[in-house]
């Protein structure tokens, strides 16, 4: 046996995540992914009414909470068969992209490019050189050594007076990390600059959303935007335009410094190409709908087999049976009350049983979804590789740039089959970005154009029929497939179980005792210190893990679980 490390939380954004491993020989030869809280979100919601279940399910997190909200309405509007106004989609297609570039920005440069750039080794650099350097890559108006310099002074300041401030508790000198002083200086600066762009993106969800987090505007049958384009109370044109000019400014950050980055990042850490890759079933569902019915896409979605992109079967349109019959959840590993094999969502339970961490038995509160059996890896690279494999123009773009940039950087050509692996998660994550960024672009043309035409139609009202029906509603969220189940009779909720991006990634191992992508990933990784395990960190942080969605806490005593006053 070797030797077993713990990492728990081995998240920065939130903890709740605890990853073990055994590491023989300078690797990690087996490896366990547990959530630490108890879901009971869906208890809460069964006997309420339908139409109160986003508002509910988007307090899952305060991170990916406009997803919920959607994922939410779409399973009821499935259940119903209502459809939604064009305008509707429009706005829900911008707020999902906005919110999408601002989580992909923030976990980029906030939540894992700590990973592979040493910020103490920035103040090493030197402006002029890093300035040299960036100026090279890209036309980014920041890239200045006047800017560089300024990181550097305020660098120095945080170490002189020995606090790191927000870069505290990083594996600084760890020999896992390669970048050059210059390198590092680059990134840290565009680490401070993303926290200002970022600021843009949630800008647009609180516009058109009421405010960010947690958005108020959803609505089972749209929207509650009102549309006027001469009142400044409503969706005017004077917003509209000052959501335009946001988008521009994203999309400046994004082509220029995100995709160039990452890129750069990868050239230099080319041998994490053959690192992390786990399972390669991915899985990925179509988004943004451009008509009522959302049987038309502007990104499209489907189920990738063992990585090979000829394998490709699309998942069509909301409630297609492919996706709608495949997808079942076992508790065998985790901490519920099971004994009845992996159920459907629809025949979902949720029953709290811990016991304790064991190895060989029930080691999680993450339930282990499947498809059609098999763990399916989710993200920003499996909706790449799906997209790519249906020829979509713009993923197939960006991701040649970026493959042929950081080829140029590295001297070698790297092949599509990189993207199988740790790095290859960050790339597609920017790739999706760039995507992203210009279809909210496009999105606001086409609600703009529709409002043109004379509609200004948001809302179409739901109504609800005796006995039971069914719906699923699902979302293509930034970490991957999200989907909430709903089982409704006479107007009331009566089961509700949603399956979520980090459910599917951190699964522990299924009925057939399969490990899940986390762990399938971490197998061989290379460990040069157990007593810092960074190797583990870049792979695991690569997927973005968000517990708080795939795990939930609930208090059935009805106490306060926590207090916050205002002063």
């Given at each position: 046996?070797?030797?077993?490390?713990t990492?728990d939380?081995?998240?920065r954004?939130?903890?709740?995540?605890?990853v073990?491993?055994e590491?023989?020989?300078?690797k990690?030869s087996?490896?366990?992914a547990?959530?630490?809280?108890?879901?009971?979100v869906?208890?809460i919601l069964?006997?309420?009414?339908?139409?109160?279940?986003?508002?509910i399910?988007?307090r899952?997190c305060?991170?990916c909470?406009?997803?919920?909200?959607?994922?939410s309405?779409?399973?009821?509007?499935?259940?119903?068969?209502?459809?939604v106004?064009?305008?509707?989609?429009?706005?829900?297609?911008?707020?999902?992209?906005?919110h999408?570039?601002?989580?992909?920005?923030?976990?980029?440069?906030?939540?894992?490019?700590?990973?592979?750039?040493?910020?103490?080794?920035?103040?090493?650099?030197?402006?002029?050189?890093?300035?040299?350097?960036?100026?090279?890559?890209s036309s980014?108006?920041?890239?200045?050594?006047?800017?560089?310099?300024?990181?550097?002074?305020?660098?120095?300041g945080?170490?002189?007076?020995?606090?790191l401030?927000?870069?505290?508790?990083g594996?600084?000198?760890?020999?896992a990390?390669?970048?050059?002083?210059?390198?590092?200086?680059?990134?840290?600066?565009?680490?401070?600059?993303?926290?200002?762009?970022?600021?843009?993106?949630?800008k647009?969800?609180?516009?058109?959303?009421?405010?960010?987090?947690?958005?108020q505007?959803m609505a089972?049958?749209?929207?509650?935007n009102?549309?006027?384009?001469?009142?400044?109370s409503?969706?005017?044109?004077?917003?509209?335009?000052?959501?335009?000019?946001w988008?521009?400014?994203?999309?400046?950050?994004?082509k220029?410094?995100y995709?160039?980055?990452?890129?750069?990042?990868?050239?230099?850490?080319?041998?994490?190409?053959?690192?992390?890759?786990?399972?390669?079933?991915?899985?990925?569902?179509?988004?943004?709908?451009?008509?009522?019915?959302?049987?038309?896409?502007a990104?499209?979605?489907?189920?990738?087999k063992?990585g090979?992109?000829a394998?490709?079967?699309?998942i069509?349109?909301?409630?297609?049976?492919?996706?709608?019959d495949?997808?079942?959840?076992?508790?065998k590993?985790?901490?519920?009350?099971?004994?009845?094999?992996?159920?459907?969502?629809?025949?979902?339970?949720?029953?709290?049983?811990?016991?304790?961490?064991?190895d060989?038995g029930?080691?999680?509160?993450?339930?282990?979804?499947?498809f059609y059996?098999k763990?399916?890896q989710?993200?920003?690279?499996?909706?790449?590789?799906?997209?790519?494999?249906?020829?979509h123009?713009?993923?197939?773009?960006?991701?040649?740039?970026?493959?042929?940039?950081?080829?140029?950087l590295?001297?070698?050509?790297?092949?599509?089959?990189?993207v199988?692996s740790?790095?290859?998660?960050h790339?597609?994550?920017?790739?999706?970005?760039?995507?992203q960024?210009?279809?909210?672009?496009?999105?606001?043309?086409?609600?703009?154009?529709?409002?043109?035409k004379?509609?200004?139609k948001?809302y179409?009202?739901p109504?609800?029929?005796k006995?039971?029906?069914?719906?699923?509603?699902?979302?293509?969220?930034?970490?991957?497939?999200?989907?909430?189940?709903?089982?409704?009779?006479?107007?009331?909720?009566t089961?509700?179980?949603?399956?979520?991006?980090?459910?599917?990634n951190?699964?522990?191992?299924?009925?057939?005792?399969?490990?899940g992508?986390?762990?399938?990933?971490l197998?061989?990784?290379?460990?040069?210190?157990?007593?810092?395990?960074?190797e583990v960190?870049?792979t695991?942080?690569?997927?973005?893990?968000?517990?708080?969605?795939?795990?939930?806490?609930?208090?059935?005593?009805?106490?306060?679980?926590?207090?916050?006053?205002?002063?």
């Open positions: 046996m070797g030797k077993r490390i990492i939380p081995i998240t954004i939130e903890g709740h995540l605890r073990d491993c590491v023989s020989d300078g990690v087996k490896a366990w547990s959530g630490q809280m108890w879901r009971g869906e208890q069964i006997g309420r009414d339908p139409r109160d279940a986003w508002a399910t988007q899952i305060g991170v909470t406009t997803v919920h909200a959607v994922a309405v779409r399973a009821v509007e499935n259940a119903l068969e209502l459809e106004p064009l305008n509707a989609q429009y706005i829900r297609n911008m707020i999902i992209t906005a999408a570039i601002h989580d992909h920005i923030v976990h980029f440069y906030h939540l894992s490019a700590l990973d592979w750039v040493d910020v103490v080794s920035a103040l090493k650099g030197d402006p002029g050189k890093t300035a040299a350097l960036a100026e090279g890559l980014w108006s920041g890239n200045s050594k006047h800017e560089f310099a300024k990181v550097k002074e305020r660098l120095s945080f170490v002189g007076t020995g606090q401030g927000i870069f505290t508790n594996y600084w000198g760890h020999p990390m390669k970048l050059s002083p210059e390198v590092n200086l680059l990134a840290t600066t565009h680490y401070l600059q993303a926290l200002e762009v970022q600021r843009y993106a949630s647009i969800v609180s516009i058109l959303g009421s405010k960010s987090p947690h958005i505007n089972v049958g749209g929207v509650s009102p549309i006027a384009l001469d009142s400044q409503v969706l005017s044109i004077e917003r509209l335009l000052a959501v335009k000019e988008i521009v400014k994203l999309n400046d950050f994004i220029n410094v995709l160039v980055d990452v890129a750069a990042i990868g050239a230099f850490y080319a041998n994490w190409t053959a690192i992390g890759g786990g399972v390669m079933d991915y899985l990925a569902v179509p988004d943004l709908p451009l008509d009522t019915k959302g049987t038309q896409f990104l499209p979605g489907g189920y990738i063992g090979d992109l394998s490709i079967k699309p069509k349109a909301f409630g297609d049976p492919y996706f709608r495949g997808v079942e959840e076992s508790v590993h985790s901490w519920y009350k099971g004994g009845k094999g992996a159920l459907h969502p629809f025949k979902g339970e949720t029953i709290p049983e811990y016991t304790d961490f064991q060989n029930k080691y999680s509160w993450v339930k282990s979804p499947t059996s763990p399916a989710v993200g920003p690279l499996s909706r790449v590789l799906a997209m790519a494999a249906q020829n123009a713009p993923t197939l773009k960006y991701l040649t740039g970026l493959l042929d940039t950081a080829g140029s590295a001297k070698t050509k790297i092949p599509l089959a990189a199988h740790t790095i290859g998660r790339a597609a994550r920017a790739v999706s970005c760039a995507v960024v210009d279809e909210l672009a496009n999105q606001w043309q086409l609600l703009v154009d529709n409002i043109g004379g509609d200004t948001t179409n009202k109504t609800f029929p006995g039971e029906i069914h719906g699923v509603g699902f979302h293509e969220a930034p970490r991957g497939v999200l989907s909430h189940w709903v089982v409704i009779k006479d107007a009331k909720i089961n509700y179980q949603a399956v979520v991006p980090t459910t599917w951190a699964a522990p191992r299924n009925e057939g005792d399969v490990a992508p986390y762990e399938a990933s197998l061989n990784t290379p460990v040069a210190d157990p007593e810092r395990p960074l960190l870049r695991v942080h690569s997927f973005d893990p968000c517990l708080a969605c795939a795990v939930h806490v609930l208090d059935t005593e009805g106490r306060p679980v926590v207090q916050v006053k205002a002063l």
